[in-house]
Nanobody
Framework: DVQLVESGGDSVQAGGSLRLSCAVS????????IGWFRQAPGKEREGVAA????????SYADSVKGRFAVSRDNFGDTVYLQMNSLKPEDTAMYYC???????????????????WGQGTQVTVS
């Protein structure tokens, strides 16, 4: 199975930046997408960004477009979520997930992902 471990969550002031990391182990041929999701208390889970490992194309939710950027390191073992211009409404538990797409891009729907990390908390005040 694919294993994912998130890190980098913290408490920051509005306007600040954070970079979340997702360490991915044991990739399989069945996973070609890494997605970032978040869930705030009392709210539904929201897909915020995704990286298609094949061509490196990215997908973003409208709520974070222009502020967040997803990337990976040269070895492909770590996927990052750079978050800039953070807002209080970005406060949530952030999860990375691995899934498969038959398209040349990744979806931001949770059902498209099979493997999930434990999450890392981001608090913006």
């Amino acid at each position: 199975d694919v294993q994912l471990v998130e890190s980098g969550g913290d408490s920051v002031q509005a306007g600040g930046s954070l970079r979340l990391s997702c360490a991915v182990s044991r990739y399989t041929f069945s996973s070609n997408c890494i997605g970032w999701f978040r869930q705030a208390p009392g709210k539904e889970r929201e897909g915020v960004a995704a990286l298609y490992l094949g061509a490196g194309s990215t997908s973003y939710a409208d709520s974070v477009k222009g502020r967040f950027a997803v990337s990976r390191d040269n070895f492909g073992d770590t996927v990052y979520l750079q978050m800039n211009s953070l807002k209080p409404e970005d406060t949530a538990m952030y999860y990375c997930a691995a899934g498969f797409t038959s398209q040349p891009y990744c979806y931001l729907f949770g059902y498209a992902y099979n493997y999930w990390g434990q999450g890392t908390q981001v608090t913006v005040s």
